[in-house]
């Protein structure tokens, strides 16, 4: 059983407000992944990190900031938020076989 | 440019026959294969995998076939339930990267 948690669930702001996603994951897995989805669409790797300390940006430009002080916590931040951000963020982690596990999601309106 | 595609959004099957989901991609450096099933407000949960070298991987209903030469793989679940009605996506790595490239998901109706 995948223990991988994320919060909020569900987030409306307003444009130019700082937010932070949580995602923390129980399971000691050294990768984590962060991707946004909009309906109908793939999921687009925007960050991921092998380990503590270490985070690289994904494939989709994305002007949130990641950090990975300790294994289990991998926050998302977005300094400034704008509507072009309302979309469904998804946390995952991935131990020693290929599977990632994903968090519930969050659902981020920007009005 | 998309390296892994899902042409059908969406695929309607009765209850009890067989449902085929295919996924095509164009990166022949990709090795290893995953299918998830993603219901509405969670997020996709792992269903089953297969590695580049074989052609076949069986889990209970689920079964992943993967042709190399035409770069497609197809996931078959027999018999369908209408549980399984969800959004299915194929996930494709390359080399040991860690990174996973999705499909854009195929919405699968199962009919009572």
């Known amino acids: 059983e995948a223990d991988i948690y994320q919060t909020p669930r569900y987030l409306v702001i307003g444009t130019g407000k700082k937010i932070t996603l949580e995602c923390s994951q129980t399971m000691g897995h050294d990768k984590m992944y962060w991707y946004q989805q909009d309906p109908g669409m793939e999921l687009h790797l925007i960050h991921y990190s092998y380990g503590v300390n270490s985070t690289e940006k994904g494939d989709l430009s994305s002007e949130s900031t990641v950090s990975r002080i300790r294994t289990e916590h991998f926050p998302l931040t977005l300094e400034s938020a704008r509507p072009s951000h309302t979309s469904q963020y998804l946390c995952?982690?991935?131990?020693?076989?290929?599977?990632?596990?994903f968090g519930p999601g969050t659902r981020l309106t920007v009005l | 440019d998309q390296q892994v595609k899902q042409n059908s959004p969406s695929l309607s099957v009765q209850e009890g026959r067989i449902s085929i989901l295919n996924c095509d991609y164009t990166?022949?450096?990709?090795?290893?294969f995953l299918w998830y099933k993603k219901y509405p407000a969670e997020g996709p949960t792992f269903l089953i995998s297969?590695?580049?070298?074989?052609d076949k991987n069986e889990d209970g209903r689920f079964t992943v076939f993967l042709n190399k030469s035409a770069k497609h793989l197809s996931l078959h679940i027999v018999p369908s339930q209408p549980g399984d009605s969800a959004v299915y996506f194929c996930a494709a790595s390359a080399g040991g990267t860690y990174k996973y490239i999705f499909g854009t998901g195929t919405r699968l109706k199962v009919l009572a």
């Open positions: 297969i590695s580049s070298i074989k």
């Open positions: 995952a982690s991935k131990g020693g076989y290929y599977e990632q596990f």
């Open positions: 990166n022949s450096m990709f090795d290893y």
